[in-house]
């Protein structure tokens, strides 16, 4: 990132009006410094922020049932499963086979 380096690893599973617990940041930033000698955290920030979830912990991944041309891809962690759930998403605008099967990650299984 231009502006400097992002360090994250976190997810806390709690009310929508829980306070941050900034402890798990500040060992995130301590594992930080163990893996990069000279890590100077000055001017770093702390933050933490609500994200959606489904109640499976699954993504949804597919055609709107109300608009086949609309896609959904959202509800995944972050950047981890990103990248697929971008190869999944093209594959279905393109009209080829999915890699893999998407029927557990469809919006209407709810």
């Known amino acids: 990132m231009e502006p400097g380096l992002r360090v994250s690893g976190i997810s806390e599973f709690s009310g929508l009006d829980a306070p941050p617990r900034y402890r798990f940041a500040d060992v995130v930033l301590q594992h930080a410094r163990d893996l990069i000698p000279g890590l100077n ?3 770093a920030s702390r933050w933490m922020g609500n994200r959606p979830s489904t109640p499976d912990s699954l993504p949804i991944i597919g055609p709107s049932p109300h608009n086949p041309n609309v896609l959904f891809a959202f509800g995944h962690f972050g950047l981890t499963l990103g990248a697929i759930s971008g190869k999944l998403i093209a594959e279905m605008a393109a009209g080829r086979p999915t890699t893999v099967d998407t029927t ?6 709810f």
């Open 41 to 43: 955290p000055a001017g």
């Open 104 to 109: 557990p990650y469809r919006v209407d299984r």
